[in-house]
């Protein structure tokens, strides 16, 4: 910890550790290996995207529609598809040469969901992470046969398996130390500015928000709305 701030530690948890969780010991990423990320608003896809091309090596294809987001994703090095697109799979073999992936992060739960898991081949795996593993409308009966599904929360893992959380998070605070990985701050607020921090939070799908306990009257934007 003495090498990474409480900024940058506050910044990683709890969404790199939940797309390192995914996509490293669970889905076991390789390297040039093509992925979905379902990502509209989740700060969870931007640490997936980070993750897979700067520590994994991996290529992550993105499904958005917001011209910021995709600038956001496109920045981080991912190639990003429009959520409107048809034959969704035709586009996939233009990029990747196949027109199903073996991992699909899925961090929406939006009824994009449903073409985007038709993406995914035999035996594949779907990660459900951030605001999706929230979301009652997940309609999972568009799911292949032959697939894994799992979700990943952090808070889960702090409490039943600490040993998970604590490897995990180490690996990601070296990550940072290290400089291999980039997360956003998209704002600093003061404690008393807690509402505005909400707003914006809720107004600006970029990075993430951050409380100053110390510096009570703190108001630093990074990103503009």
């Not at 991992?103 to 951030?130: R, S, Y």
């Not at 600490?162 to 998070?169: C, W």
């Amino acid at each position: 910890m003495r090498r990474v701030s409480l900024k940058n530690a506050a910044a990683v948890a709890d969404d790199y550790f939940s797309a390192l969780l995914a996509i490293g010991r669970r889905a076991r990423i390789q390297r040039n290996e093509c992925l979905l990320v379902n990502a509209k608003h989740s700060r969870s896809a931007l640490a997936v995207i980070d993750l897979a091309i700067r520590v994994f090596g991996a290529k992550p294809i993105v499904i958005c529609d917001d011209a910021r987001r995709v600038q956001i994703c496109a920045d981080l090095g991912a190639t990003v598809i429009c959520r409107n697109e048809r034959c969704l799979s035709y586009k996939l073999k233009r990029i990747s040469g196949k027109e199903e992936v073996r991992v699909m992060i899925e961090t929406e739960g939006d009824p994009c969901f449903q073409n985007v898991v038709k993406c995914l081949e035999h035996d594949g795996l779907i990660a459900v992470l951030g605001s999706a593993r929230n979301k009652r409308c997940l309609d999972f009966s568009f799911v292949p046969i032959n697939c894994m599904m799992f979700a990943v929360a952090a808070e889960h893992y702090k409490i039943a398996d600490t040993l998970v959380y604590r490897e995990t998070m180490q690996h990601v605070l070296d990550y940072k130390s290290e400089c291999a990985i980039r997360p956003r701050v998209s704002a600093i607020f003061g404690l008393n500015h807690i509402n505005e921090a909400f707003n914006y939070y809720a107004a600006v799908p970029s990075g993430k928000v951050l409380i100053d306990l110390k510096d009570h009257d703190r108001l630093t934007l990074c990103d503009e709305s």
